[in-house]
């Protein structure tokens, strides 16, 4: 379990969660929301040739087949684990629905298995719903050899309504090393494309760079 990779150098990783529940696919079939893939992300980091490393949930990427596809065709992208369907592992995680013990390790290796066809940069990293863990969701996951990866960053922007915040937080906390936690779910998560080219900047201003989520946590 790792929450940021070693304090030395100037590696950074930008990490983008990708959620996606059956409420929002409903919201998306009721056209109650038009996006939970924020494109103008990947603009901005395909223009600027930025690595990052993205967690999908199964059932994003089932819901974007050609969005996965763009990301893991993109050689600085790194794609990790973030469920299935984004349920809670344990009890008390922001009212997201539990699964039981016994099905969290089929949950993870079934996302694996909706992930692995996309092919590019695929790693072992795994988050966690809400970055909700105990020791019993620990246990079951270890048959799998994932490596939890939490975050030292934590940008704020799920429901945000302006960016300045999310920017400051980023700045505020950001070190050699760190995890930076963001989203890439659009309509969950609307304010990111904007913070985004002020996170950069303010990356470049302290020297320092990002990198696939690999290299932070291997660098030293
Ligand atoms: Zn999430």
């Avoid at 199964?58 to 050689?75: E, F």
């Avoid at 909700?132 to 975050?151: E, F, I, S």
Wanted: charge should be negative.
């Amino acid at each position: 379990m790792v929450d940021h990779g070693p304090r030395t150098g100037d590696k950074v990783a930008l990490t983008f969660d990708a959620d996606m529940t059956d409420g929002m696919l409903a919201s998306l079939r009721a056209g109650r929301v038009k996006s939970y893939a924020n494109l103008r992300i990947l603009d901005l980091l395909e223009r600027e040739r930025v690595p990052a490393t993205f967690f999908l949930t199964g059932k994003w990427v089932q819901r974007y087949p050609d969005v996965t596809r763009r990301i893991a065709g993109n050689p600085r992208f790194e794609l990790a684990n973030h469920t299935y369907g984004h349920a809670a592992f344990t009890a008390d995680c922001y009212d997201l629905p539990r699964l039981a013990v016994d099905e969290l390790a089929g949950d993870v290796a079934k996302t694996f298995t909706v992930m692995e066809p996309y092919g590019g940069r695929q790693t072992r990293y795994f988050r966690f719903p809400g970055l909700c863990h105990d020791p019993a969701a620990l246990d079951a996951l270890a048959p799998l050899g994932v490596t939890v990866v939490d975050g030292d960053v934590v940008s704020g922007d799920p429901f945000a309504t302006a960016w300045k915040p999310l920017v400051r937080a980023v700045l505020d906390k950001v070190r050699p090393g760190s995890v930076v936690i963001m989203h890439v779910t659009e309509a969950n998560a609307a304010m990111t494309d904007e913070a985004l080219p002020h996170i950069l900047a303010g990356l470049r201003e302290r020297d320092l760079v990002p990198a696939p989520l690999s290299e932070v946590l291997a660098a030293g």
